[in-house]
Structures are given as C-alpha cells and as structure tokens.
T-cell receptor, first 109, second 112 residues
C-alpha cells in the first residue's frame, strides 16, 4: 500500500462545478503539500499545511491530522484549472517529500 | 521565493554514457532535492543534497548511479551514470523555503 493515496485518479467536470480531491496518508508527517502540475510539466506549490485550513483565491485546502486526511477544493472551477494535482507529505522535514500519484483534473467549458 | 535555473532542458543520450544536470538557485538554501518523474507517473525523490556533506539517497537509488555534487548553497549537480533506456525520465531539482516548494523546469532525458 502506498504511503500517500489520492482519489480520484481522474476527474472530469463542467466549468463552474465545485471540485474536491482527497489525500490520505499512513505515516506521521511534519507537513502536507498540495501542488499543481500543468501539461507542460511545470510544478507550482499551492499550499503547505500542518493543521486546519488554508484558502487562496478559489482554492481551499484542509487537513485532519487525527484522520490523516487532506482535501483540496476548487470553487467555481474553470478550464484553466485543468492540471494534475498532487498531494505530498513531509515525514522528517517539511520539504523532503513522499508524493501521491496525482489527480488529473479536466474542466470542460 | 526562489528561482531555479535547470539545464539541460532536454537531451538525447546513448546507452552507456553519463549526463550531468545542473541546478542554480537565485538564493542560498540549505537543502536541494533531486526527483525523477518517469513517464505517466508522479515524482520520486532520488536524494537530498546538503552543502558540505554527502547527499542522502532514498531507497532504490545509489551514489554510483546518481552522484550528486553540492559545492555551495546555490548550486547542485546530478549525474545519471551509465545510462540505459530505463533512465529515460524527467529529472527535477527542488528547494523549499518559507513554506513553499520551488522547482526547476526539469530535464527530459531520452536514452536510446
């Protein structure tokens, strides 16, 4: 079993829909990251969480340390949100990461 | 924030040769991370490069195959040695600072 599991693997939605991507992990962590990888390959850091909730624009990330679970939400989704979203956890340090397999999101106009 | 310049961006290599990838960061950072992303897969950490000490390798990766240098706090190299087609991947360097991760644009290697 992978130490970081994401669901769903693939998600296709219509523009405007509310999107939720889930991440579960089985190890103790110092931090959890959500990242975005565009088709061209560039990787962008979205959030680093160790507790609670963070919001940036239309993106919201939450983490439940007791349940070892995090969610990434996108409100009012837009075709430009189409990308692979990756959850990664830092075990011994905030930046030395174990990566999930990613969720490929397609938003149709 | 940090800006990372990584090169080469892509290369086609012959089996049995070695290639060195360079990453230059515009600020001083303690740790630099080297990742491999095989086709259609997520990232896998190869090693952590610390200035002034040997790199720390993850399970399944060894120094003879992936030697790393870290001569100062802004620069690191990863060499992929004695390449085989199975080494065809994107290799990325990364740093973390201020709660964010920053990545080079990746080096896409194709081994024939």
């Amino acid at each position: 079993k992978n130490e970081v599991e994401q669901s769903p693997q693939n998600l296709t939605a219509q523009e405007g829909e509310f999107i939720t991507i889930n991440c579960s992990y089985s190890v103790g962590i110092s931090a959890l990251h959500w990242l975005q990888q565009h088709p061209g390959g560039g990787i962008v850091s979205l959030f680093m969480l160790s507790s609670g909730k963070k919001k940036h624009g239309r993106l919201i990330a939450t983490i439940n340390i007791q349940e070892k679970h995090s969610s990434l939400h996108i409100t009012a989704s837009h075709p430009r949100d189409s990308a692979v979203y990756i959850c990664a956890v830092g075990r011994d340090s905030n930046y030395q990461l174990i990566w999930g397999a990613g969720t490929k999101l397609i938003i149709k106009p | 924030s940090a800006v990372i310049s990584q090169k080469p961006s892509r290369d086609i290599c012959q089996r049995g040769t070695s290639l060195t990838i360079q990453c230059q960061v515009d600020s001083q950072v303690t740790m630099m991370f080297w990742y491999r992303q095989q086709p259609g897969q997520s990232l896998t950490l190869i090693a952590t490069a610390n200035q002034g000490s040997e790199a720390t390798y993850e399970s399944g990766f060894v120094i003879d195959k992936f030697p790393i240098s870290r001569p100062n706090l802004t620069f690191s190299t990863l060499t992929v040695s004695n390449m085989s087609p199975e080494d065809s991947s994107i290799y990325l360097c990364s740093v973390g600072t201020g709660g964010e991760l920053f990545f080079g644009e990746g080096s896409r290697l194709t081994v024939l």
